[in-house]
């Protein structure tokens, strides 16, 4: 592990190759920035690529925060096989020819699983039934059920139709936090009575994080930390910010409430200078710290 010339602090976009684990990727950062202190806003499964939000130092505390946004993927399904996984891991379990099927065919099934729907995710999610994740007892041999909840569907849409046996769709999502684009790809299938699974899935956007430009998660520098997003900064891209001046930020930092000005709403990123004091919530003309930064979020 390289020496680090500071304690790094921030936020890292990295492009997560196919092939290794959410985990794997915060190791190698970890690695290239000399610190264990890394954390991710919400994990891919191995098969998947595309973007991780990484927290880095004090800026792991920025990730409460970032792992709730709305996101968007492009992915490939096929029709005429579902599978045990509800992606291209699993076992045959059953399908039909989808010979028959045409791109029209997709419009009104896709329709149906846009806007505010109940869905039920894949048994091989990391959801926890009785204390346990669910793709583990899946994986013991047990029959999961998993109860269907609410998520929203802003966008389903095919970009690209591949007809055969095992129709190709190439699709376009964007979704809400805790969307399961196998279950999409699942759903898909049986509405059109012939199954459905995933073979490829990309996360591209984290509410306003794009993975254009992030660098690969197998391929970081040893100079990493100059690819660090700053915590005001990355602060500033998710919430409304609130200026301090320096009492403010003093009473903030030390955990205590302070007066809120006009026009600060909600949750609010509190900054002082180019320095970010934390996270606060204001309420009436009283602003309460939710999540501090005692000593880092300097630029």
């Not at 005429?80 to 045959?92: H, P």
């Not at 091989?124 to 013991?140: N, P």
Request: aromatic share 2%; glycine share 10%; net charge neutral.
């Amino acid at each position: 592990m390289p020496a680090a010339a500071s304690n790094p602090d921030g936020i890292l976009l990295v492009d997560k190759p196919q092939g290794i684990t959410s985990h794997t990727a915060v190791s190698r950062a970890r690695r290239a920035l000399g610190t264990r202190k890394v954390g991710h806003a919400g994990t891919l499964d191995p098969m998947a690529t595309g973007l991780l939000i990484l927290g880095v130092g004090p800026s792991t505390r920025l990730l409460t925060h970032i792992v709730g946004l709305d996101k968007t993927y492009t992915a490939t399904i096929v029709l005429g096989a579902s599978t045990s996984t509800d992606d291209a891991e699993g076992d045959v379990t059953g399908g039909a020819d989808a010979s028959h099927v045409s791109g029209d065919d997709l419009v009104a099934p896709m329709r149906a699983l846009t806007g505010d729907i109940e869905q039920v995710p894949s048994s091989v999610s990391a959801i926890k039934v009785d204390g346990e994740r669910a793709y583990a007892r899946v994986r013991a041999g047990e029959q999961v059920e998993l109860a269907a909840r609410p998520v929203t569907v802003a966008r389903f849409e095919a970009l690209a139709f591949r007809p055969g046996p095992r129709a190709e769709v190439d699709v376009v999502v964007d979704c809400s936090s805790g969307t399961y684009i196998r279950a999409l790809a699942r759903d898909l299938g049986a509405a059109l009575g012939v199954g459905g699974h995933l073979s490829a899935l990309r996360r591209t956007r984290i509410g306003p994080f794009e993975v254009d430009s992030a660098p690969l998660a197998d391929a970081l520098p040893d100079e990493a930390e100059r690819l660090l997003l700053p915590p005001a900064r990355a602060a500033a891209r998710i919430l409304p910010v609130a200026r301090l001046d320096d009492e403010r930020a003093a009473n903030l930092a030390n955990g205590r409430r302070t007066i809120a000005l006009e026009g600060e709403a909600g949750i609010v990123a509190a900054v002082h200078g180019e320095r970010l004091v934390g996270i606060a919530r204001v309420e009436g003309r009283r602003m309460l710290p939710v999540t501090n930064f005692p000593t880092g979020g300097a630029p």
